[in-house]
């Protein structure tokens, strides 16, 4: 199973930026998909869900600016990030989880600055 992150870098305050996560080696369609950031000397923290079935979450700290999407032809989940602030600068990293097990990509890195 691999989970690829890609799309990170450095941004301006205000700037957006897409993240894309692309599964291989498990049914996609069967997971719930999900984005995890982990900012510099904080805990690993959820920041959106999609379910199998399309259902979306996300935390209130970034409610009306990111968006997560999936494309289950493609295998891959996207985070879209609006309206990007200092204090979304993270490492963010790709979850897949189903019944059968749950898996983490290796992560890419946010950094929001100017």
């Known amino acids: 199973v691999q989970l690829v992150e890609s799309g990170g870098g450095l941004v301006q305050p205000g700037e957006s930026q897409r993240l894309s996560c692309a599964a291989s080696g498990i049914i996609f369609s069967m997971y719930a998909m999900g984005w995890y950031r982990q900012a510099p000397g904080k805990q690993r923290e959820l920041v959106a869900l999609?379910?199998?079935?399309?259902?979306?979450t996300v935390v209130d700290s970034v409610k009306g600016r990111f968006t997560i999407s999936r494309d289950n032809a493609e295998s891959t989940v996207y985070l879209q990030m609006n309206s990007l602030k200092p204090e979304d600068t993270a490492v963010y990293y790709c979850?897949?989880?189903?019944?059968?097990?749950?898996?983490w990509g290796q992560g890419t890195r946010v950094t929001v600055s100017s």
């Open positions: 999609i379910t199998s079935g399309g259902r979306t």
């Open positions: 979850y897949a989880a189903a019944p059968s097990g749950a898996y």
